[in-house]
DNA sequence: GTCTATACGCCGATAGAC
DNA sequence: GTCTATCGGCGTATAGAC
């Protein structure tokens, strides 16, 4: 592998270990590699965070993109949950830090609006497709589709800096697992019971591992 | 008034502003005092925001603070998201840089722990009462009374940050109170429909001004 | 209490040899 | 492609005069 690539995921390693804040300097180290060498690579820092949020987007992309002409049953509903959690635990340095990280480079806060609208669409795109599949005892209002979606997307991403900010050792997977039945609880109002046990039952099994 | 008091202000007025990066050589400057001075008055920046913390603290307790034989009918608990909403305003900086804040303060972290347990038990606490007072379709499981707690302190302290994340201009007022609307429609399965709808009324009549 | 001046450390980035 | 060496900027904090 290059050492482009070994730079990226050195990166992604050392952020989620210990922030944002880590500088160039400690990725070329970590990598045994010099710091010129890594400014070979990379024009500066920023350049090398984009390239993560783009892996970001991949990745969220696989998870949420649901078939047109799929049925969303309780197992899908389940596979967006257990994914979730895979690509929050991932890329949690990401969601922990993204204010101070695009607030010192406006092209990647740009890329990062994109993100973020994109993926309340798809949340509110799946959340519909739920409750058409299997409606509960409320139904939403028109308008109340798309604030719950940023309800849960608010939620979402700002769940590995909560635990950050009250743990003082470093989070595990497991708490971040934990968000999101904190998440499916949103939900469930607005599902049949029987549908929603069965998400969660799904949710239970795939990650548990 | 004094000069520590002024500082204290200064640097919520130029953090609100700026960000929590905000420096001590910043802080003295706007306030044409010389950077010997604030080192006069404070040991260090870190006890500045360590005070700030505790002025939010008695703020937060005054709204969220129900009294015991009081009735949590619906304008009490507008009261509350309305006072809730003022408070994120006032201290928007310290929920959009908690966690950077903390990490560089051990002693801060501590406090903001506690800060936190408080507030979701409050917060708790008044959501079990609204439930009691006017239950709706929906009750929750006794398990589940704690989860809605978290994903509303959550939801809350985390709305400055991503109103930050997504304004390229600096965030007004309105964007934090929407936060509120937000939170309440968290409830709304929960509570009786016209005691809803209630809350929401009186809610908007207390954030117009 | 308030000032001026400065030490110290850290990090991003570049120059230029190999 | 990779290295060594170094510049320049910034921010916290202190020393010591007034």
């Known amino acids: 592998m290059g050492n482009r690539e070994r730079i990226i995921d050195a990166a ?4 989620n270990r210990s922030g944002s804040a880590v500088g160039t300097n400690q990725m070329a180290e970590h990598l045994s590699i010099s710091p010129g060498n890594l400014y070979y690579h990379f024009r500066n820092r920023e350049q090398i965070v984009r390239e ?3 892996r970001l987007r991949c990745d969220l992309d696989a998870v949420l993109e649901i078939e047109a002409d ?3 049953d309780a197992s899908r509903l389940a596979d967006c949950f257990a994914g979730g ?3 929050l635990w991932k890329y949690r340095f990401f969601f922990s830090a993204s204010l101070e990280l695009v607030t010192r480079d406006e092209q990647l806060a740009e890329a990062y609006r994109d993100f973020c609208a994109r ?3 798809q949340v509110e795109k799946a959340f519909r497709r739920a409750v058409a599949t299997a409606p509960g005892r409320l139904s939403p209002a028109s308008t109340e589709n798309r604030m719950i979606a940023v309800n ?3 939620l979402w991403t700002s769940w590995p800096r909560y635990v950050d900010v009250l743990r003082a050792e470093p989070a ?3 708490e971040i697992f934990r968000s999101q039945h904190h998440l499916s609880l949103m939900l469930k109002p607005y599902l049949a019971p029987d549908y929603y046990t069965a998400v969660v039952t799904h949710m239970r099994e795939l990650m548990r591992r």
């Open 152 to 154: 849960l997307w608010v």
């Open 12 to 15: 992604i390693e050392l952020m």
């Open 52 to 54: 993560i949020l783009q």
């Open 70 to 72: 799929q049925s969303l």
């Open 119 to 121: 993926g309340i669409d």
């Open 172 to 174: 595990g997977e497991s």
């Open 85 to 87: 959690a895979k690509v």
